[in-house]
């Protein structure tokens, strides 16, 4: 009995693997795996309906709470961003795969396959997992190189129905959507409208802005607007109010880890507001030395997780700094959102460094600090007294 586990969307790609794992790969028993990370509900719904008609076993797992917590909760301390891109897609690979392998070894599988195709970053992000393994990796569309047209034809000789043709490929969780493909691959198309989702455009966003506050215990956002909530409700309704205002969309070419350059769209609300007010609360909390040597951490834990390399033992390392740094940060932030802007009115921490004590129009101080001022910028003035 070859029996595969997939990871398994919903989509064109991951639907047209199963057929394509019994007729191609000779698989007897293909288990399906949908791993819920926060997918509109119709998507899950359609895709349970789809993997259960298709699959020999669909599975359907809830893994939203441990994405929030094991995944999310680092990646705001980590101010997670890499060129500019709120990581969405990536951050959520490496569970997905997880996953699959887990429902692999249970069931004492010999395989685990993927949908992704050769060109993106994702295949790398769930080979990286599955090869930690002694499971094989099958990954059929990027094996067999299929086209787009090529996959919907072999889906609708197997009854695989596609309602439309959908223009553009998306991915989405509950951090962040992504939108890729069709016209918008060209740098210079204007992004149409409709690709959003989450977001209003800046100009239908409301007049009136709205102040809101959020708080961190420890880097990790515990409640909006003085009640406290669970991650992933803090998440959902920032993700409402964001929206409403147009806060969050991202159009950037993006350098792929295979080293092309990439369109892509995102739309991502409440990534924007949090990282903005936990990343200014860093700032009234961390020392100065901390703040530019946690910068340069941060990079490396974008950059490791866009690659999806979180088991790299470099990644622990990088979050037991920063978990030690985020010992501190604790406060609250108050933003106005408006028409695209998340901006931060003021903040307020026990663990302010910030201190009011010391004034600087005493006297007393003054003169202390005019002793320093001989000295500072002493070498500079060596150096231009002598070339002058
Ligand atoms: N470029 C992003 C990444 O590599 C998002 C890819 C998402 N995929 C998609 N089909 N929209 O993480």
Known sequence: MKRIVLAYSGGLDTSVCIPLLREQYG??????????????????????????KLADVALLLDARQ?????????????????????????IARPLIAKKVVVVAQNRDAE??????????????????????????????????????????????????????????????????????????EDPAAYP????????????????KPELIQVSFEQGVPVALNGERMDGLTLITRLNEVGGIHGIGRTDMIEDRVLGF???????????????????????????RNELRFKAAVDQAWGELVYQGLVMDPLYDDLNAFINETQKRVTGTVHLKLSKGLACVLGRASPNALYSPGVSFDAKAETRIVEGFSVYHGFQSRLIRRSCD
């Open 192 to 207: 149409p409208e409709e690709i959003y989702k989450w977001t209003v455009s800046q100009d239908a966003a409301p007049e």
């Open 261 to 287: 350059k990439a369109r892509e769209n995102y739309e991502h609300p409440a990534a924007t507001i949090l990282l903005k007010a936990h990343r200014d609360l860093e700032r009234l909390v961390l020392t």
């Open 66 to 90: 441990e994405f929030v917590h094991d995944y999310l909760f680092p990646l705001i301390k980590a101010n997670g961003d890499y060129e500019g891109y709120v990581l969405g897609t990536a």
């Open 111 to 184: 395989a685990v396959a993927h949908g992704c195709t050769g060109k993106g970053n994702d295949q790398l992000r769930f080979d990286a997992i599955f090869r930690a393994t002694d499971l094989a990796v099958v990954a059929p569309v990027r094996e067999l190189s299929l086209t787009r047209e090529e996959e919907h034809a072999y889906a609708a000789k197997h009854g695989i129905a596609f309602e439309s043709e959908k223009r553009w490929s998306i991915d989405e969780n509950l951090w962040s959507r992504s939108i890729e493909g069709s016209e918008l």
């Open 27 to 52: 698989y007897d028993e293909v288990i399906a795996v949908l791993v819920d990370v926060g997918q509109p509900e119709s998507d899950i719904k359609e895709g349970v309906n789809r993997a259960t």
